[in-house]
């Protein structure tokens, strides 16, 4: 398989359980990755904390795995500072939404050309299954036995209305999709995001009937659709999935060019 | 471009933690879990060479290999 | 020629940074640093090098380790409630052993505090305000001179040692105004850091001491792909939980700034020589302490200051060996008593160490440390 050329095989099997959406994120990222031939020395994958964020550790890039939350932050220091190189910035939706809302919503004002996917599995894994800012109303977890009154955000309106150039959404049943979606949020010239649908069977799915892995990617199959499908006028609440915002906008590191010759012409 | 055939499925047992995907979802109903909770083609001359096990797996444990016409291994 | 200016001790701090050859800044506005910030946001692009303003102070911290990944020289600034922010990412750094300065001029707190007043109550949070067990570099001045020169130092010892570096100043010095004088080009030496020598397709391990302590770094986007993180790691950089990797990892971390606590004890001795009472004091209150000295010294006391310049890790050997012959000493602080604890386990007699303090958000004047030396030496007030 040519995508062993970009991971480090000798962490493999990988930490996570069997059936977890999120070795199909990695599989996703890497076929992407490789059908774009980028050089692994001009690739930078920066990750915070959680199970998402383990993510880093497998792919052969540069790898930098901070702390929970603020990777978009030391991702921003990455590409400002070296603006040739890729920064890919793995999240889940905890990390990216709750304690990193607040860098997720200024990366995208800044519309700096750093690649953000939130793998959005609705819960905390690594710390057992708490609720999340995506779970939602009428949710289980370990931290409401009594089900969620928090509203989820809406992670594409989110992060258009901060900014992004570039916002999509996917599942990780939508492996074709997945796959071309990262490529092209890649290489789009500005702040991408790029919300992908994961399952936890273990925590999510166990605590909320949901099934196995398998029973959940046939949820991703049922509840969304392609944007723009006549489903969603029968049933709109059916999630869309594709493209929603793909502009030319200013990117932040070729700005700061400009700051430099006005600086040097002043 | 001529269709590409099934040569083989690499399976890697050591990788695999047999969570079933792939086996929901070939459409051929090619693999299935072995007695040690492992994917194994049982069926691999119904194989269309989709790459959907391959794509899907979480555990980037399946390879589907395919030749050419001219029995090329791609 | 040497420049000679007349500027504020955030503007000197600014200005030191240029001439130790920053690349990157990242900050977010703070009273009493923000002049650092406004300077470099100014003098960094005309050099063709990066400042942002971040969201807050979490994100400027983390920035700066990101760009110092990739063989950036960088730096932060601040003041106490952004510092309290920075704190984990400054682990961080502790853990990762990224090179990085990071400034703190202090103001009065705890919380809100002060913004505008002066304080030294950082002290004790720039040892130990990161959680877990580690060491840490703390260098602060009491002039303009000494700003410049331990802000280069900083820079200097963040890449010789691969540590963050704290530029513990306080709202006096930062915000007072005084002549500088700018070194050539070359006066002061400059360090760069250790770049790995490994060459392309061979093992390179990034967290591999070698037999003096020191890492060569490969920068992120050469031909080195590793792996950095703040859990424990092993020598490529990947997450372990060996007790005899850990164990190793935490005594190099701590060892290799303890061990340089004498290389880089930063201190200045006022009449120290024949001195029976010793002061010792750091940033603007020392101003005040050698005021003290040179007036009772008119007055033929025998009496002296030790300025210290490096906080942390704290100069053990040093102070106990200036205190050695003191009949005592007084620790000249604006804080409730934070550095005298240091002195107090350095020193063989810690009952004759006094603390002379103020807290009030002004700066500590010659009276005040007279009045209570005359209580120490029991002549009433």
């Not at chain 2, 001359?45 to 029995?71: F, N």
């Not at chain 3, 200016?5 to 703070?30: R, T, W």
């Not at chain 3, 031909?223 to 372990?240: E, I, K, S």
Request: glycine share 8%.
């Amino acid at each position: 398989m040519a995508v062993k050329e970009y991971i480090r095989e000798r962490f493999f099997p990988h930490m996570w359980c069997p059936g977890c959406g999120h070795g199909i994120v990695l599989n996703g990222l890497v076929r992407a990755v490789e059908e774009l031939a980028i050089n692994k020395n001009e690739l930078v994958i920066v990750s915070g904390i959680g199970c998402s964020s383990r993510i880093s550790g497998y792919v052969d890039f540069h790898s930098l795995h901070t702390v929970h939350g603020r990777a978009l932050a030391f991702a921003t220091g990455v590409k400002l500072s070296k603006p040739k190189l890729n920064v890919i910035v793995p999240m889940g939706d905890g990390d990216a939404l709750s304690i990193g809302g607040n860098h997720f919503i200024h990366a995208a004002r800044r519309n700096i050309n750093i690649t953000a996917l939130v793998m959005n599995n609705r819960t905390y894994g690594m710390t057992g299954g708490q609720y999340s800012p995506m779970s939602g109303v009428g949710v289980k977890a370990t931290t409401a036995p009594y089900s969620t009154i928090d509203n989820a955000f809406d992670c594409v309106e989110l992060a258009r209305a901060a900014g992004a150039s570039f916002v999509a959404r996917t599942t990780v049943y939508h492996v074709n999709q997945l796959s071309e979606l990262i490529k092209k949020a890649i290489v789009h010239d500005g702040f991408s995001v790029v919300e992908i649908f994961s399952q936890c069977p273990t925590y999510f799915g166990r605590k909320n009937k949901q099934g196995g892995a398998v029973d959940m990617l046939k949820i991703f199959k049922e509840k969304t659709v392609l944007i723009g499908s006549d489903k969603k006028k029968d049933n709109p609440a059916l999630m869309e999935r594709g493209i929603f915002v793909e502009k030319e906008l200013p990117e932040y590191c070729k700005a700061y060019d400009e700051v430099i010759a006005r600086a040097r012409k002043a | 471009m001529s269709k590409k055939k099934l040569k083989d499925h690499l399976i890697n047992r050591d990788w695999c933690k047999g969570c079933g995907i792939c086996v929901a979802m070939c459409p051929k109903d090619v693999l299935v879990l072995d007695g040690d909770e492992k994917a194994m083609a049982s069926h691999p001359e119904k194989c269309i060479a989709c790459r959907q096990c391959e794509k899907m797996c979480p555990d980037l444990a399946i390879e589907v290999i395919t030749e050419d016409a001219h029995g090329k291994e791609e | 020629m040497a420049t000679t200016c007349f500027v504020q001790g955030n503007e000197a701090c600014s200005l030191a940074a240029m001439y130790a050859g920053l690349d990157f800044f990242a900050g977010y506005p703070i009273t009493p640093s923000t002049e650092i910030a406004e300077t470099l946001s100014a003098r960094l692009p005309e050099a063709g090098k990066k400042f942002i303003q971040m969201e807050d102070e979490i994100a400027s911290m983390c920035a700066i380790i990101g760009a110092s990944l990739t063989g950036s020289k960088v730096m932060t600034a601040t003041s106490g409630p952004g510092f309290s922010l920075m704190q984990e990412s400054l682990g961080y750094a502790v853990m990762a052993e990224i090179p990085c300065v990071i400034a703190n001029v202090q103001r009065g707190g705890p919380s809100t505090g002060n913004p505008t007043h002066v304080s030294q109550g950082d002290v004790n949070q720039a040892r130990w305000g990161t959680h877990g067990d580690h060491s840490i570099v703390t260098l602060t001045a009491s002039n303009h001179q000494d700003v410049f020169n331990m802000t280069v130092e900083a820079f200097n010892i963040a890449e010789t040692y691969r540590t963050p570096v704290i530029l513990l100043f306080d709202e006096i010095v930062g915000h007072m105004r005084e002549k500088l004088v700018i070194p050539e080009p070359g006066e002061i030496e400059l360090v760069e850091r250790l770049r790995t020598s490994v060459r392309e397709g061979v093992n390179y391990h990034p967290y591999l001491p070698r037999e003096d302590g020191r890492l060569p770094m490969s920068d992120f986007g050469g031909v080195h792909r590793y792996n950095v993180t703040g859990l424990y790691h092993d020598m490529w950089g990947f997450p372990t939980d060996k007790g005899e990797l850990v164990d190793g990892l935490i005594h190099h971390l701590v060892k290799k700034i303890d061990y340089a606590a004498d290389a880089i004890a930063h201190h200045v001795p006022y009449y120290l020589d024949d001195a029976r009472t010793m002061l010792i004091s750091y940033g603007s209150s020392a101003r005040s302490a050698l005021s003290v000295v040179e007036q009772l010294r008119r007055r033929g006391e025998r009496i002296g200051l030790l300025e210290l310049q490096t906080l942390w890790p704290f100069p053990v050997q040093l102070v106990r060996d200036y205190a050695r012959d003191k009949e005592y000493v007084g620790v000249v602080e604006m804080n409730m008593g934070q550095l005298i604890n240091s002195v107090k386990l350095a020193v063989d007699n810690p009952r004759r160490v006094y603390l002379i303090n103020r807290v009030d958000g002004r700066l500590i004047t010659d009276k005040d440390i007279k009045q209570t030396l005359r209580v120490i030496a029991g002549q009433g007030v």
